[in-house]
């Protein structure tokens, strides 16, 4: 993910736990399902649904406590969608807005998977293949690998 400069919920979630493993920091990966209202309609055509399951982000043992921290969408994308960007100060959980700036419905947490010390890849996968069958290798190149957030994002903030 870092070669590539780019990555989703998960990837940045276990980087962000292995960087903080890294310097003596207990850390690991929580996961949860989330209905992402303000998917974009390519998006949700591309997936057949706005439930997001194993949302990844990173919980960080810190004073003695476990912490949240969601590193997920970066400034740019917020402001281009009009989300509020996530500010973490390391006392408290930063995990997505259930509102965008606007009022309306973003995020929201329907199911907590648990945290992990390390990413439980074979369940994730298997859960993805019943639950997303359009993505898998037998989906005629896959659709996920057509897709493109970012530039949908610039699509709908042009309309």
């Given at each position: 993910?870092?070669?590539?400069?780019?990555g989703f919920c998960v990837g940045k979630a276990a980087l962000l736990?292995?960087?903080?493993?890294?310097?003596?920091?207990?850390?690991?990966?929580?996961?949860?399902?989330?209905?992402?209202?303000?998917?974009?309609?390519?998006?949700?055509?591309?997936?057949?649904?706005?439930?997001?399951?194993?949302?990844?982000?990173?919980?960080?043992?810190?004073?003695?406590?476990?912490v949240k921290a969601t590193p997920a969408f970066n400034l740019q994308?917020?402001?281009?969608?009009?989300?509020?960007?996530?500010?973490?100060?390391?006392?408290?959980?930063?995990?997505?807005?259930?509102?965008?700036?606007?009022?309306n419905r973003h995020m929201e947490y329907v199911h907590q998977r648990?945290?992990?010390?390390?990413?439980?890849?074979?369940?994730?996968?298997?859960?993805?293949?019943?639950?997303?069958?359009?993505?898998?290798?037998?989906?005629?190149?896959?659709?996920?690998?057509?897709?493109?957030?970012?530039?949908?994002?610039?699509?709908?903030?042009?309309?």
């Open positions: 993910m870092l070669a590539l400069g780019e736990a292995a960087c903080a493993r890294a310097v003596g920091i207990p850390a690991r990966i929580g996961l949860a399902d989330v209905k992402n209202h303000l998917t974009t309609p390519r998006l949700r055509e591309k997936m057949g649904t706005d439930l997001f399951v194993y949302h990844g982000y990173a919980e960080l043992l810190l004073e003695g406590r476990w994308l917020c402001e281009r969608f009009g989300l509020l960007p996530l500010e973490w100060d390391g006392t408290a959980d930063s995990i997505y807005h259930p509102y965008d700036r606007a009022g648990g945290t992990f010390d390390d990413l439980p890849l074979t369940q994730m996968l298997a859960d993805f293949a019943a639950l997303y069958p359009m993505w898998g290798p037998n989906a005629g190149g896959g659709a996920l690998a057509q897709a493109d957030f970012m530039a949908d994002v610039a699509r709908e903030v042009q309309r």
